[in-house]
């Protein structure tokens, strides 16, 4: 399929330039091929793929195989250098370049990185360092490492670990760090792949995707006891990277098919977090 058939031009929307792609580790393992071969037509087409990814998961599992105790507070993870050399070895290792070779895979071109790569995402600890020890929030992103590697014809696939000036490392939350580099790459708009259609609401005893919804939504939405359960981290993330130029995530179902040039291209799938 080539990419004009792929994308409509009658759409009311034509999207050109650059977007940012969040995606855990274990949803992206999941993927059919199609999503990469998704990938490769919007790259083909002049259209900039960024991704930022995790691998909490994976993580939990190589910690667990190393006899390493691992806990969370506040949906972080305690993060000591111990811990932080799984985190690392994890996630710009075998995620990072699992990614790599599914879009490579697919006839695409990717160039795999690490925030840590030329000071890419500069970080300090985050408030309740004490608590969580060795991470961070993002003070910066050197964007123009970004835009090179896309002047290269290479979609940048971004693990999110960061470094301060004296070369500390710290683990990012994947979502914090895809919200950063959004916002520093002026990207307008931030797709967020899960394995949901959406964010969901109860009417009539059905289940329905809510196509948009302000910040102030959701929060009703949590209080009410729409949104509840693991979904409730999902949302918050989301909300998180609304921030700078970003002034829309879409959170969708990566195993629509093309989900990616749909929404691209303007399609109503998923729900639109609007500001």
């Known amino acids: 399929m080539t990419q004009s058939e792929t994308l409509d031009p009658n759409k009311k929307e034509s999207f050109k330039g650059l977007f ?44 667990a195989k190393l006899g390493i105790e691992s806990s969370f507070v506040n949906g972080l993870r305690v993060t000591t250098e111990e811990v932080l050399d799984v985190v690392e070895m994890t996630l710009a290792g075998s995620i990072n370049k699992a990614i790599v070779r599914r879009i490579q895979g697919s006839g695409g071109q990717a160039l795999g990185l690490s925030g840590e790569d030329g000071n890419l995402i500069l970080a300090r600890p985050v408030a309740n360092s004490a608590e969580v020890g060795l991470v961070g929030e993002v003070t ?54 899960t394995d949901v259609p959406g964010i ?53 179902d990566g195993k629509e098919p093309q989900v990616l040039s749909r929404v691209l291209q303007g399609e109503e799938l998923g729900t639109r977090i609007i500001r």
Do not use: W
Request: net charge negative.
């Open 200 to 252: 969901m609401r109860t009417v009539d005893g059905q289940k329905i995707v809510l196509p948009s919804v302000t910040v102030q939504n959701i929060e009703d939405l949590i209080d009410s006891g729409e949104i509840y359960g693991g979904m409730i981290p999902k949302v918050r993330a989301a909300m998180d990277c609304i921030q700078g130029s970003v002034s829309e995530v879409v959170i969708v």
């Open 140 to 193: 910066g992103v050197k964007a123009e490492i970004v835009t090179g590697i896309l002047s290269m014809g290479y979609i940048p696939v971004i693990a999110p670990i960061g470094v301060d000036a004296q070369g500390q490392r710290y683990n990012i939350n994947a979502d914090t760090a895809a919200g950063a580099v959004a916002s520093h790459v002026k990207s307008p708009k931030m797709i967020v792949v």
């Open 20 to 63: 940012v792609m969040k995606c855990g580790g274990s949803t992206l393992a999941a993927l059919p091929d199609s999503f990469f071969e998704d990938l490769r037509e919007l790259q083909m087409s002049g259209i900039q793929p960024v991704i930022v990814h995790g691998g909490g998961p994976a993580i939990s599992d190589n910690l």
